[in-house]
């Protein structure tokens, strides 16, 4: 009888000591990968306080697609940082079109990091910048209100970044660093009902962006659609293959403009068919025709091509120049793949698309105007 009860009382020691061991063991990178493959939002258990149905239904009713994830000390740290966390999730979740927000603590100061995929920033969208204003806009105390009221106010500058298409923010200052710091507080909007307010504004706006947008994409999608079916080349190989290109654009813009319901995918479905109608204007050239007006492309990020020739991006060499070339029907504007600056040009292979997980960062992230993945 004694043995047995030595025995529970060693039980309920283990079983104390391991109640009052400390929190759960933090989970890995992938299974906040994971959570937030499965919805946009993830709130890890022991993580700072956040009304999780109230930034649900921010994240939601945004235009452009954002990933937030509150998350604990030791999730991030065992992700390389708060960094490395926002690196990870952009990666697993394949959509360089969003946006990822991570909240955490470093001790017992609530710590905030943001970034854009390289879609998103081609359409001025850049958390970054989004998040730097939303901290440098704050003071007094952390809570659970304002850890909800710093995301709806973030949703709502990245919202109004895509509107405008220039990465601004909310005062129209520029924010700087790589999209980290730590918050101070209650947010200079007012808290939580005033960043929905500011949210709904901008969404009422937004709504109307994006109808003109659908509205110009469509109209240069029927006219590439009116050259690809009427001209024909005859032998001229030169006039075959730019009807070739403006074909493959033409198709392409139908997919994009057919899924496209944010600014950075309605630019990326005009880039598209603008890339379509400069091939058509080639051949229309080689046939005798009118080319008809010139569609100016996005304006270049970089350096650019100036004469024909091959560009090392990684391991591989492609061919590009600095207009378009039969054959030569993807437009770069020109950007950081691969570590390494590749001039903006027309290329054979739009390779930078293959290259979205390939973590082209930069500040604190690694290289990426500001911070953000690929």
Known sequence: ??????????????????????????????EVVQQLQNGPVYVEPGAPEIDEAQVREAVATARVPVYVAVVTEGTTERAGGPAGLVELIGRGTRNSASSVLVITERGSTPVLRAASGL???????????????????????????????????FVGILDQQASTGRGSTLDGSGGVGAGTGIFLGLLAVGGTAAGVAVLRRNNQRQAKSLEAARADVESLHGRLGADVSMLAAG?????????????????????????????????????????GLTAARVARERLGLDPGPEIALPPGQGPQLQAPGRV???????????????????????????????????????????????????????????????
């Open 119 to 153: 879609a998103a920033r081609n359409a001025g969208v850049d958390g970054a910048l989004a998040i730097n204003q939303v901290v440098r806009g704050s003071s007094g105390t952390f809570d659970r209100a304002t850890a909800t009221a710093a995301v709806v106010q």
């Open 235 to 275: 032998d001229d190989d030169v006039a075959r293959q730019a009807l070739a290109d403006a074909g493959e654009r033409y198709t392409m813009t139908g997919a994009l403009l057919a899924r496209a319901d944010t600014p950075g995918e309605f630019a990326a479905a005009r880039r598209t068919a603008v890339e």
């Open 312 to 374: 090392q991006v990684g391991d591989e060499e492609y061919e590009g120049s600095p207009t378009y070339a039969p054959g030569r029907g993807h437009y770069y504007g020109g950007g950081i793949l691969g570590g390494r600056v590749v001039p903006g040009g027309w290329y054979a292979v739009p390779f930078w698309e293959t290259l979205l997980l390939g973590s082209i960062l930069s500040g604190g992230l690694g290289g990426f105007g500001g911070g953000g993945y690929e």
């Open 1 to 30: 009888m004694t043995r047995r009860r030595g025995s529970i009382v060693l039980a309920l020691a283990v079983l104390a000591l391991l109640l009052l061991s400390g929190p759960a063991q933090a989970v890995s990178s992938d």
